[in-house]
């Protein structure tokens, strides 16, 4: 508790949050059950994407991350390529001062250190580079907190990702290839620990146990068109995806299949809106989710679930439903390895329909037992979860000192 005579931590909380992507509000999401239940007495706010999203949600006041409305469109025109270019610097400016109002700055989760879908080096990895360097001038501690990372071949994207780990306080990884990919990337990763995907913290919606005949399918789709290093073959990457999830669609459907179509992020709803129109019938159907928990009871209630979008999976796997994942990157992989599935992945840049159909079935067959192999993984991962939260508390909240500290940097 907080003493009268102590001014309470501040704490902000960093990222892509509100913008449109389940996962990552799923990852802030965990973080704010964790402060709530450990540091009820904490002072929290966010600098995100979407700070209309994240008050409206989960009542903390937020401040927009760019300050340039159109960051994340193309620039064609010289006004838009200028705006742009100020921004930068505004951003800078704002960043600090953001940054400097805080003891503590969490960023929960998300590939924040990756490039396994295109990123620019003047978008997010920039915005992390001034969080971590700025917090290093004023004495934040900044907490990168079971993120998500790869290596990255951009150079002015890898050195931008490679400070900002550097500069902060505390990391951790979701997986052991992203720790592996930082120390390649000159990160010295000696005390930085693996602990489960944050969306593991989230309250659990227990499966349905599967009775009579075949039930429903979930089918996660995304606007796939490869990783950072793919752009010049983005559209027959994309068109060969949709391609093959439309076979399997149909299969499936020919079968007498129920399917449900979910998404992650409002960007896939063109892929969705494809597989209506390519196979319509009635047993296709769209489901509507705003939040990790609305995609848990859609695959809750599945017999089975084939998905690519990253979060996606690990909704599926923490309700205890046998799960197809369609691979787009080495963290799927890693995901279905700690969770028992490794033998149920398939490339999503090469979709095989009748071979997906084939890992279908076989998945279908084991159905029982993946269940039990799920149920003890996700036990594990939520006690590991508690320790890392336990870690946190010890690497950020030191019992005293805060108040202190926060009184010098309100000094005029």
């Excluded at 050195?159 to 990391?171: C, F, G, H, I, K």
Aim: glycine share 8%; proline share 6%; hydrophobic share 45%.
């Amino acid at each position: 508790m907080t003493s009268a005579n102590e001014t309470p931590v501040r704490v902000g909380v960093f990222g892509l949050l509100g913008s449109g992507n389940l996962g990552n509000d799923g990852s802030l999401e965990a973080v704010l059950g964790y402060l709530r239940t450990a540091h009820p007495e904490a002072v929290v706010d966010a600098l995100c994407g979407g700070p209309e999203v994240v008050t409206t949600r989960y009542r903390i006041p937020a401040t927009r991350l760019h300050w340039y409305r159109g960051e994340y469109r193309t620039a064609s025109r010289a006004g838009a390529i200028a705006a742009k270019g100020l921004g930068k610097l505004v951003d800078a400016v704002r960043t600090a001062a953001w940054v400097r109002r805080h003891d503590v700055v969490i960023v929960p989760g998300m590939g924040v250190l990756e490039a396994t879908l295109p990123l620019r080096p003047w978008g997010f990895p920039y915005s992390l580079f001034l969080l971590c360097a700025t917090a290093r001038l004023f004495g934040t501690r900044v907490a990168l907190v079971s993120v998500g990372a790869a290596a990255i071949g951009d150079r002015p994207t890898r050195a931008l990702v490679r400070w900002s780990a550097r500069l902060a306080t505390y990391r951790s990884y979701r997986d052991a290839l992203s720790r592996d990919a930082m120390r390649e990337m000159g990160v010295d990763t000696t005390r930085d620990e693996v602990y489960p995907d944050l969306a593991f913290a989230l309250p659990t919606v227990p499966a349905n146990a599967p009775s009579g005949p075949p039930g429903p399918v979930c089918v996660g789709v995304m606007a796939f068109h490869g990783g950072n290093d793919d752009r010049a073959r983005a559209q027959e990457i994309h068109r060969r995806y949709l391609d093959g999830t439309i076979r399997f669609v149909r299969a499936l459907v020919a079968d007498g299949r129920p399917i449900r179509l979910l998404t992650g992020d409002g960007c896939d709803e063109p892929v969705v809106a494809a597989i209506l129109d390519a196979v319509d019938s009635p047993l296709v159907t769209a489901a509507e989710a705003a939040s990790l928990a609305d995609l848990m009871k859609e695959a809750a209630a599945a017999d089975t679930v084939v998905a690519t979008r990253y979060h996606n999976l690990v909704c599926a796997l923490k309700v205890g439903t046998p799960t197809l994942a369609l691979s787009y990157a080495a963290k799927s992989d890693a995901l279905m390895a700690r969770m028992g599935l490794e033998a149920y992945c398939h490339p999503a840049r090469e979709v095989d329909a009748d071979r997906l159909l084939e890992q279908f079935r076989a998945l279908e067959k084991r159905s029982a037992e993946l269940r039990r192999t799920l149920a003890e993984r996700n036990l594990a991962a939520t006690r590991h979860l508690e320790r890392q939260f336990n870690t946190l508390t010890a690497a950020l909240f030191p019992a005293a000192g805060h108040a202190h500290t926060h009184a010098l940097r309100e000094a005029p």
